[in-house]
């Protein structure tokens, strides 16, 4: 029998291993905040070196590091612990319910879970959660293409002076717009949002 040329490349490729994954991630979240390997060396109270090679995937962060890094990228601790509970078959791949990387909480309003299986694409996929009443107060302007679909719920969406009242069914795209939001409902609206290039 002839091998399937795909399973002959899919077994070819190398897997990536945890510690390239976490480093992926980070790199990504330095890039995402427009920080230099100086800049964050500096603020972390770490050497240049030190950070690339957590970069390139060539040495662990010690818990007390990751939680400096969370600190310098303002994201939980958490965030860089789900990277451990994946099968290493799955990793560059496949992002199963259980294991959703969660940013925000019901007091904020907002709760994010990554969809992408890390940030090193092109874009980030999240599951975004709005309380009932939340919003965005202050509009927001980044350098991105972003799109949402409402899964659920409504949102009114101001892209530069519009504002867009949307419900269960729609959805939007910008880029290089400033935007805030706002859910005017009484229910959860829950959005699947697309950002190019990611800002986590």
């Known amino acids: 029998m002839t ?10 490729t190398p897997e990536m291993s945890e510690a390239q994954s976490l480093g ?20 972390i109270g770490r050497s240049v070196g030190f950070i690339s090679q957590i970069e390139r995937g060539l040495s ?9 890094l969370a600190k310098a990228f303002d994201v939980p601790v ?33 709760v994010e879970e990554l969809l992408s299986p ?5 874009f980030e996929m999240f599951r975004s959660v709005l309380e009932p009443g939340a919003e965005l107060s202050e509009p927001v302007l980044r350098k991105t293409e972003e799109a949402g679909y409402i899964v659920s719920g409504a949102i ?25 939001w ?10 699947i949002w697309v950002v190019s290039p990611p800002v986590y």
Request: no cysteine; net charge positive.
């Open 182 to 191: 706002r859910n005017p409902g009484k229910e959860k609206t829950v959005i």
């Open 78 to 110: 958490s965030w860089f612990f789900v990277v451990n509970e994946v099968p290493d078959k799955e990793r560059e791949f496949i992002v199963r319910a259980g294991s959703r990387r969660a940013l925000g909480t019901t007091e904020d309003g907002i």
């Open 118 to 122: 890390d940030l090193g694409g092109s």
């Open 60 to 68: 662990t962060p010690s818990i007390n590091d990751l939680r400096t």
């Open 3 to 12: 091998a399937n040329p795909k399973e002959i490349l899919a077994s070819e």
């Open 156 to 180: 009114d969406l101001w892209i530069g002076s519009r504002l867009f009242q949307l419900k269960a069914g729609d959805s939007f795209r910008f880029e290089n717009k400033p935007y805030r």
């Open 24 to 43: 992926r991630d980070i790199r990504a979240l330095r890039k995402s905040r427009d920080l230099t390997l100086q800049e964050l060396a500096l603020i």
